[in-house]
């Protein structure tokens, strides 16, 4: 008798325990990201009628043309929702995070997110995002599992990658130079055959054009060591280097012999293919390494902790990342699409203007096989201080020694 009373009181406790679980699913990490040393409990998204209409503020890292779209995206969204949505722009949010964060503490911050998908990680150790559900985000989507890694955390999911860009070189190939250099020494013979012109021009503000000057000179993106630091820093950097702020500073005049900037520009996929002068080639940074990880900028959606409308948001999320979405911002931004079922569409399928087959099919082929370079210093929370660190050594206001004492400390 007292056996049946035990098992009776276990199946009590097991139904009260069932009753305590979330309502909902998280997506579970699919890579080999192991959970951080203090783990935050996921945040419960609370209870929302379906009927819940807003209003929500999207805060978006999107200017000029690119933030326009957006809005005409959104207000075909409100029409046929109902929904009030509200695209406000994150002025200078690459140096800003303290205030940003401020305002998150103060609950003054936006209900979703879109930055670069290098901050997300971060912001969910620091318990700002809730977990989402990808599979409810984008149900009919594939996204490469290649840009996964920077929005998972603690065996959840963070972020939705929304729209890549890859880094390339530009340059103009002669018959004397058919190929690019293959390692640093030959890259020290190139800089002696072109003179005192500097070899790279790149925008000194964007970390992932740093990162591809490393990954192209034969070092680590992610932990650089000291001689490739000491080619890019002043003062040698100054003769390796044509620090500009657009990439339309492309090496040679068209009208003149004289050397205009440096031999090869380092910049944005969606930057330099367009417009790029006769003769003029793109090749995918990193394309010397047999193990090849492509430099990448993506940017995802996700949702903070302190929206009281995670559903609207969700939905709203959902309907941005979507296969029609998804085509419609590729064409009009020039832009790599995140799904693999929508990048192979052929040109006839959609006007892909400036995207150029060979660099797309590329870069679609290394992250659905592995990740792209991480600028973190090797810390799921150092791509904020990438960012500052990096501009930082280049204009010459900290030193190579400073830059390395932010590599994550490995323990023996």
Same mark, same amino acid.
């Given at each position: ?50 009927? @819940? ?135 020290? @013979? ?64 068209? @009208? ?157």
């Amino acid at each position: 008798m007292k056996r049946k009373n035990y098992w009776f009181l276990f199946a009590i406790l097991l139904l009260s325990l069932t009753s305590l679980s979330p309502s909902f699913e998280f997506t579970k990490n699919v890579g080999n990201e192991s959970p951080g040393n203090d783990p935050i409990p996921p945040s419960q998204t609370p209870d929302i009628p379906e009927s @819940d209409l807003g209003p929500i503020q999207v805060a978006v890292q999107l200017e000029g043309k690119e933030l326009h779209k957006l809005k005409q995206m959104n207000k075909e969204f409100m029409d046929q929702t109902g929904a009030v949505v509200e695209i406000l722009p994150l002025d200078s949010i690459g140096s800003n995070e303290e205030l940003f964060i401020q305002k998150m503490n103060l609950g003054e911050g936006p209900d979703v997110l879109l930055v670069d998908s290098q901050w997300i990680k971060s912001l969910a150790i620091k318990g700002y995002l809730l977990p989402i559900d990808a599979s409810q985000a984008a149900p009919d989507s594939q996204l490469f599992g290649g840009l996964l890694p920077p929005v998972q955390w603690n065996g959840y999911q963070w972020g939705i990658p929304f729209d890549m860009d890859p880094y390339v070189l530009a340059l103009s190939m002669t018959e004397e130079q058919l190929e690019l250099p293959a390692n640093r020494e030959e890259w020290a @013979d190139y800089k002696k055959n072109h003179g005192d012109n500097p070899v790279f021009a790149l925008d000194p503000e964007d970390p992932y054009t740093f990162a591809s000057a490393v990954y192209t000179l034969g070092g680590d993106p992610e932990q650089p060591d000291k001689e490739v630091l000491s080619m890019l820093a002043p003062p040698i950097g100054d003769s390796w280097l044509n620090l500009t702020d657009t990439g339309s500073m492309i090496l040679k005049s068209e @009208d003149s012999d004289e050397s205009a900037g440096a031999s090869i520009a380092i910049g944005a996929y969606s930057s330099l293919s367009k417009d790029l002068p006769e003769g003029y080639e793109l090749i995918l940074v990193g394309s010397h390494s047999d193990e090849q990880k492509p430099v990448v900028r993506s940017r995802s959606y996700a949702v903070t902790a302190q929206s009281e409308s995670s559903s609207l948001a969700m939905a709203w999320i959902s309907e941005m990342t979507s296969k029609d979405a998804e085509r419609e911002w590729t064409e009009f931004t020039g832009k790599l699409t995140v799904l693999s079922n929508v990048q192979n569409f052929s040109v006839s399928d959609i006007n892909y203007t400036q995207i150029k087959p060979d660099i797309a099919g590329r870069v679609s082929t290394l992250l659905e096989r592995g990740e792209a370079i991480r600028l973190n210093f090797g810390r799921d929370d150092g791509f904020m201080d990438y960012f500052v660190s990096a501009a930082d050594l280049l204009y010459g206001r900290i030193t190579i020694e400073d830059f390395s004492e932010h590599y994550e400390v490995v323990s023996q």
